[in-house]
């Protein structure tokens, strides 16, 4: 069963998981939250984190905290539950669990010091649905922060990193249409991908559509567009500054604040054929800063 893997992750958290799979639920934040991503039939990965409070937990304990809140849910349902945790031989700061019931459940406790979290991750499986290869993939795959200080976050095959201090805001998860609002003091991030993207080009330039589709969404400055490729694909680049006196005022009263407004503008939309998407990162910002063209760069839009 050689599948091919997918990264999916959020707030920083990463792991390969087959290619079929979906995000289908994110909540809480970088210290505190959850995911769940889908399989095509019954099984499902669930990813949990929480701060560790500045010290290593005993895992075990942990673990057998876990379960055995798992085990009351099921045995409320008259369901037989047995399991297992036991530390990792090879990293210590890691353990390993399975549980039988209905289902069946493997997981993984991870701390680490660097990002101060508790990770748990579980793959629950039909008890028919060998998840025995994929599994320690899966887990072993794990991510939980970058060494430059950036946070991943991977969705539906889009991948790409926020510079420190960016905490997401608001976000639309399709597979057909992504948006990520990021924001960083009055800065916005903003993170886009369509797909079917012939079909949107099929009477417009990408300089036309991207007016059309995006320009509604960009208040109170001015921009221009110019043609600008991007990883070799047919692209456009943005520059604009805050319109009007009063912003302008306003943008150098507070450039000596610690969150100076963002007078500025920058973007870039690109058309990437072989994926057939469009994919758009447009940031407000002061002066001097590239985050626009610097998150571009770690989106790698298609497969070679
Ligand atoms: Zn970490
Ligand atoms: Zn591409």
């Known amino acids: 069963m050689a599948k091919k893997l997918a990264a999916v992750g959020w707030q920083g958290i990463?792991?390969?998981?087959?290619?079929?799979?979906?995000?289908?639920?994110?909540?809480?934040?970088?210290?505190?939250?959850?995911?769940?991503?889908?399989?095509?039939?019954?099984?499902?990965?669930?990813?949990?984190?929480?701060?560790?409070l500045g010290k290593k937990p005993d895992l075990l304990v942990k673990g057998?905290?876990?379960?055995?809140?798992?085990?009351?849910?099921?045995r409320k349902k008259r369901l037989k539950f047995s399991s297992k945790v036991k530390l990792d031989d090879?990293?210590?700061?890691?353990?390993?669990f399975v549980w039988r019931s209905d289902?069946?459940?493997q997981g993984r406790l991870i701390y680490c010091s660097q990002c101060d979290r508790v990770i748990i991750a579980q793959i629950v499986s039909a008890r028919d649905d060998d998840m025995s290869g994929i599994a320690p993939v899966m887990l072993g795959s794990i991510v939980d922060h970058r060494e430059d200080g950036w946070t991943n976050w991977a969705l539906f095959g889009l991948e790409f990193a926020v510079p420190?201090?960016?905490?997401?805001?608001?976000?639309?998860?399709?597979?057909?249409?992504l948006l990520l609002t990021f924001q960083?003091?009055?800065?916005?991030?903003?993170i886009e991908r369509w797909g079917l993207a012939a079909t949107l080009l099929s009477t417009d330039t990408i300089e036309q559509w991207y007016k059309k589709d995006a320009g509604p969404d960009i208040k109170g400055y001015h921009y221009d567009l110019t043609e600008h490729a991007v990883a070799g694909h047919e692209g456009i680049e943005l520059q604009g500054r805050r319109s009007g006196i009063k912003q302008a005022a306003k943008a150098v009263a507070s450039s000596f604040t610690l969150h100076p407004f963002p007078g500025l503008i920058s973007g870039y939309a690109w058309y990437c054929e072989p994926?057939?998407?469009?994919?758009?990162?447009?940031a407000t910002h002061v002066d001097g800063d590239d985050v626009a063209e610097r998150v571009r760069d770690t989106i790698k839009c298609h497969k070679d």
């Open 64 to 74: 057998r905290e876990y379960l055995s809140g798992l085990e009351k849910t099921h």
């Open 275 to 282: 994926s057939n998407r469009l994919f758009g990162v447009r």
């Open 184 to 190: 960083r003091g009055k800065s916005a991030l903003i």
């Open 164 to 177: 420190p201090g960016y905490v997401i805001k608001k976000q639309t998860l399709a597979s057909g249409y």
């Open 14 to 52: 990463t792991l390969k998981v087959p290619e079929d799979w979906s995000l289908v639920g994110v909540d809480g934040d970088a210290k505190k939250g959850y995911f769940r991503v889908d399989g095509p039939v019954a099984s499902a990965l669930e990813v949990r984190w929480s701060s560790a």
């Open 103 to 105: 289902t069946l459940g």
């Open 90 to 96: 090879v990293d210590s700061n890691s353990a390993n």
